[in-house]
């Protein structure tokens, strides 16, 4: 009976309301400008709903890309996961992985540590292994550096052949300048003798205190063959700011560049 009760007075209280507004827009009709006013507030209604609808439609619009962007969060997070999984899970069998950490570890040592140049070719006793002198090492090329050579140098090499190339021009180098000038006695002083006049004769004032080598340095101590290939991954190291060539005395002298 009580819900029934208040249910009347609500609709007592709207009927009365009503009647209200009614009294008030009685004498409306009457007043000179009630038209254009009417007109105008119907206007000014029609452009508010007109604008709440193009505000409904912009949130329905955002709404779906927040729900496509949370989506693409979601496969983002999931394809890193994976990437970060198999770089940290890579077989040591696969060709290029001991590539990639020797690559960190060299960038950290350039990064570093800044290795000084010699004024000349330096004698062995200077660089011998007790010291703890290490010759320079060019660094390796990054798998973008690889991917920008043009197609018509590298042709059909691969990227670990170029990495391998400067491992072997680590050698050349290395095994080059760690023979000593002829001051100290040889078991057998000729072969020595003749191939420190060789490097001399090479050096010219242009290259003076970098580090070189030649044709002849690559077949004598190291495994790369001067081949079609071997001459592709000079251009290429050349390209890629590893190496500039030098002429002069009948000779082509490949410079590192460190």
Known sequence: M????????E???SKISSLKRCMELRGAATSANCDSVLRSLDKELLEIESSLSSFQAHLEKEKKLLE???VMQDVAKKFKERLEHITSNLPSHLPGVEKISQRVVLKE???TE???KPRKTRRAKD???EDGFEFPKLAYLTVEEFDQIPKYIKGRTSYDQVNNAIDEIHKVITAKYKVEEPF???ENLKPVMKKYKAFKEAEIPDIEGEYFFIDDDLKTYSQMKMDSTGRAILTMLRHCGRL???RGKKLLRYVLKL
């Open 68 to 70: 496509q962007g949370e």
């Open 11 to 13: 609709i007592f209280s």
């Open 244 to 246: 500039r060539e030098v």
């Open 109 to 111: 040592e350039v990064t």
């Open 127 to 129: 660089l011998s292994s």
């Open 184 to 186: 100290k006695a040889f």
């Open 2 to 9: 009580a819900a029934t009760l208040e249910q009347m007075a």
């Open 114 to 116: 800044n290795v000084k």
